[in-house]
């Protein structure tokens, strides 16, 4: 011991130091409270949108869910007000320019406020690229990367005004790593991930943050929702099987439960472990072992052909 009873090799100022740097991270690792907080989700009428709506409300966020089939919305606004949540459903599509204004003005004025944005409306088109046109492309990067884009750039006044926000882009594997077959796709989602990637890092911390989620394949039923061009039967058959399986796809409400907790922890990007362990072998078995592969169709309804919508 020393004089003032300190054991040797103490320092007081470097403990409480290292004690105040230690709640700092500990503080920025707690999720925040999402109660009250007003949110968007775009492609909330089915699939990984609904579920993400339905975790949201079980945090306490009232809503804000759009999608293009008002039927189909009304059916998902229906269940979510089942549960309790309270929702306003908003029959749109995300790539009219009009749209992004129209759902920030309603949620200022049903709740006087916008704290979350989720951008996850989008649609796939599975075919070879011989088979796709300008017109494929086109769609994809204006529902996929324009929607998105115009829709934040909506939003930041409002959270900027207010000192608070969140804005959540819903990704895909397939803007990390391109896929065969998907290229309308994949090349939406990389300019999706490039826009809320980039927007992150210049708006940084806060107090608007920007999460960025690419998930790997989802068992949603999207396969049912893709548009299928060339030998859609075989197109079909191999996309189907990807998306349904467990060993290479994940199960989407743990997925939601996934992104809503990123959202919470204002993380910058989240990778979803199916994504994570994606590859081309698992995405196309036959393109990659260079071998024809006979796989059975899981499913007896017909595939549709040309372009896609929201999953």
Known sequence: MVDGGLAEGTDPVADRG??????????????????????????????LGLLLARELARQGCPLVICARDSAELDRAAAQLREAGAEVTAVACDVTDEAT????????????????????????????????????????ALDTMALAPARLALAALPVMHGQRHGRIVTIA?????????????????????VGFS???????????VT???VVPGLMRTGS??????TGQAGKEFTWFSLGASLPVVSMDAERAARQIIEAVRGR???????????SRPSLIDPAAASGRSVRMRPIS?????????QER
Not at 115 to 139: C, K, L, R, W, Y
Not at 267 to 277: E, G, I, P, W, Y
Request: proline share 6%; with cysteine; net charge positive.
């Open 172 to 192: 895909s594997i397939g803007g990390k790593l391109s896929v065969p077959h998907l290229l309308p796709y994949s090349t939406a989602k990389f300019a999706a």
């Open 267 to 277: 993380k910058d990007r989240l990778c979803t472990a199916a994504a994570c362990r």
């Open 18 to 47: 290292r004690a105040g740097g230690a709640a700092v991270i500990s503080a920025r690792r707690t999720p925040d409270d999402l109660r009250g907080e007003v949110a968007i989700v775009t492609g909330a009428s089915r699939g």
């Open 100 to 139: 992004p204004s129209r759902l920030v003005q309603t949620a200022l004025e049903r709740h006087g406020r916008l704290d979350i944005v989720i951008s996850n409306a989008g649609i796939i088109q599975v075919g070879p690229v011989q088979q796709a046109s300008p017109e494929h492309f086109e769609a």
């Open 300 to 308: 007896h309804k017909q595939p549709k052909s040309s372009l896609g």
């Open 223 to 228: 396969h049912l929702q893709a548009r299928f």
């Open 210 to 212: 920007v999460t960025t």
């Open 197 to 207: 990637e980039g927007l992150r890092a210049e708006l940084g911390r806060g107090p």
